[in-house]
């Protein structure tokens, strides 16, 4: 049984960073891509940036340069790097896998109907 679990979500001032990590377990590691997703008060869940099953990685455009997506197989553990936090990236990060091992394209296709496991989320709050 696959299974995520979201931890680092905070306050956190604009500009300021967070390192968010997910947990993954009940797969092999490698084989299912892995992304981030978040979902501001209102509005749909959006797709932030995405890890395959063999390291790549992919961004949304308006977050490129300031986030970083990594994965620890030792660990099973997919984390999300901020940076520069802006107050509209408000929101619960949830990650996302499967099924497949390689990444839909960032920039026009990560929607969360492309993945079918999902961890409970955890809220990041960008406020002053």
């Known amino acids: 049984q696959v299974q995520l679990v979201e931890s680092g979500g905070d306050l956190v001032q604009p500009g300021g960073s967070l390192r968010l990590s997910c947990a993954a377990s009940?797969?092999?590691?490698?084989?299912?891509?892995i992304a981030w997703f978040r979902q501001a008060p209102g509005k749909e869940r959006e797709g932030i940036s995405c890890t395959s099953g063999d390291g790549n990685t992919d961004y949304v455009d308006s977050v490129k340069g300031r986030f970083t997506i990594s994965r620890d197989a030792a660990k099973n553990t997919v984390y999300l790097e901020m940076n520069s936090l802006k107050p509209d990236e408000t929101g619960v990060y949830f990650c996302?896998?499967?099924?497949?091992?390689?990444?839909?394209?960032?920039?026009?296709?990560?929607?969360?109907?492309?993945?079918?496991?999902w961890g409970q989320g955890t809220q990041v709050t960008v406020s002053s």
């Open positions: 996302a896998a499967g099924p497949f091992q390689q990444c839909p394209y960032a920039g026009s296709d990560l929607f969360p109907v492309a993945f079918d496991h």
């Open positions: 009940g797969f092999t590691f490698g084989t299912l891509r």
